[in-house]
């Protein structure tokens, strides 16, 4: 990793498991447009902002915030890959933190 991109890496900041509020994670979920990207990335499969925006037909700026509102809720872990933001889902956390909640969620 280059020193650009790990400065990069170290400013998306990512609540640890024990920060992970139900509160505040509901309060993420409860968004229908939210609550799309958690069922996007039920899969497990790594996308990109551009995938997701893209998938859900949001401008880029509107897409961005709700990626943001989600990350910060500690529903989603961004990782920086050069220009590019993957996202993926904090199913292992949230899963230790609360137990079942992701499942009832991407029904």
Request: charged content about 30%; hydrophobic content about 40%.
């Amino acid at each position: 990793m280059s020193a650009t991109s790990t400065a990069v890496a170290e400013r998306i900041h990512h609540p640890s498991t024990a920060e992970l509020d139900l509160a505040r994670v509901l309060r993420a979920a409860g968004d229908p447009v939210r609550l799309s990207v958690i069922r996007l990335l039920a899969d497990e499969r790594e996308r990109t902002c551009t995938e997701l925006q893209e998938a859900l037909g949001l401008p880029v700026s509107t897409c961005s915030y709700h990626l943001r509102l989600l990350r910060e809720a500690g529903l989603t872990r961004t990782r920086a890959q050069g220009t590019e933001r993957r996202i993926t889902l904090r199913r292992a956390d949230l899963e230790e933190r609360f137990p079942g909640l992701l499942d009832a969620l991407v029904l």
